[in-house]
């Protein structure tokens, strides 16, 4: 029968792996499925962050050959979702090393305090794991770029782009009432010409009476207000149905020649702003564009470092709560050595 230690290095072994193959799943998920949807980003930060925190104290706890051999699986875990590149082959190899490294650093502060102290053991750990983490996942949006480049330029991925536009949505709203991504171009237009000729005189009395409209005309009232009374709302969407199709085209044309791009109607704005936006990003690098992949994995790789300054810190925190836990729970003990200080068992 596998004594108590045994177990609990089975225990926390099987959770480094199942923290890990969760973690390169939901990379995988955001980079090659282009999912920079704040929910994703999200997810992505939690897993990341149970990652650290379990890595932390079973790095602490764990014989220096269960933790080699289960550092080696966790990262062998990553090509069961990214294709194989030596690139990114030798990116684990020195991932790998750098949890060695870190790991005895931990385990060598360990061994020369009296008495143990959690937090400069785990921040012994802590600076090169997040440092050359930063570096694999920059090294990964090199390989699985954030923007991509065909012979026309830049193809910016339209997540990306509604991850940027959706908290500018309200703003935008001001400018075009009832605007949506997923309007097409005439649904837009013909929303904007009904709201050039319609009538407050159509209104009832009721409406014209309220506060927020009396004694003003269209251009003093603001549309935001305006479109929440469902009278009026409804009469727009009304006006917009009945819009001449030769003032469609006229405005549709007019628009067309002031973004400089050909517009057919059944366009989505979506589509359009992402054709706008690569364009003008295109036109930006000119030159340049071929070195786009590597501008930025670098901007990923500083990014996350800055990042990782106060996530570091959370890391850290959880880490020691967590270990109190297990110390409640008698999963680890800390008790008195020969050296009459301090040392931690399972």
Do not use: C
């Amino acid at each position: 029968m596998p004594s108590s230690k045994t177990i609990k290095v089975f225990i926390l072994s099987v959770l480094i792996l199942a923290i890990t193959f969760l973690l390169w799943q939901k990379l995988n998920h955001t980079f090659l499925k282009q999912d920079f949807s704040w929910r994703s980003l999200i997810w992505l930060g939690i897993w990341l962050f149970l990652f650290l925190v379990f890595w932390l104290i079973f790095s602490l706890l764990v014989p220096k050959s269960i933790a080699i051999i289960t550092y080696f699986f966790s990262l062998a875990i990553f090509f069961l979702f990214f294709k194989f590149h030596y690139y990114l082959l030798i990116g684990l190899v020195i991932l790998f090393l750098i949890f060695i490294l870190s790991r005895s650093l931990m385990q060598k502060e360990r061994n020369e305090r009296l008495k143990i102290s959690l937090i400069m053991i785990f921040k012994k750990g802590m600076p090169l794991m997040t440092t050359f983490l930063a570096f694999f996942f920059a090294l990964i949006s090199y390989f699985y770029p954030l923007t991509k480049i065909d012979k026309e330029g830049i193809n910016l991925s339209p997540q990306i782009l509604e991850m940027i536009l959706k908290p500018l949505k309200r703003t935008i709203v001001k400018v075009l009432p009832f605007f949506e991504l997923e309007m097409t171009i005439d649904e837009m237009v013909k929303i904007n010409l009904a709201l050039e000729k319609i009538d407050l005189d159509n209104l009832s009395p009721e409406i014209i009476k309220n506060k927020k409209f009396q004694g003003k005309n269209l251009k003093e009232i603001n549309f935001d207000e305006l479109l929440k009374d469902p009278e009026i709302n409804n009469l727009v969407k009304k006006q917009a149905e009945n819009i001449d199709p030769k003032d469609l085209a006229q405005k549709r044309n007019e628009l067309a020649k002031n973004l400089g791009i050909e517009l057919k109607g059944n366009e989505k704005i979506a589509e359009v702003i992402n054709k706008l936006a690569n364009k003008q990003l295109t036109r930006l690098f000119g030159p340049y564009l071929k070195y786009l992949p590597i501008i930025s994995a670098i901007f990923v790789f500083f990014v996350l470092r800055i990042i990782f300054i106060p996530f570091s810190w959370l890391v850290l925190f959880f880490s020691l709560l967590i270990f109190q836990i297990l110390i409640l729970f008698h999963f680890v003990r800390i008790e008195k050595v020969m050296k009459e200080g301090e040392d931690i068992s399972i």
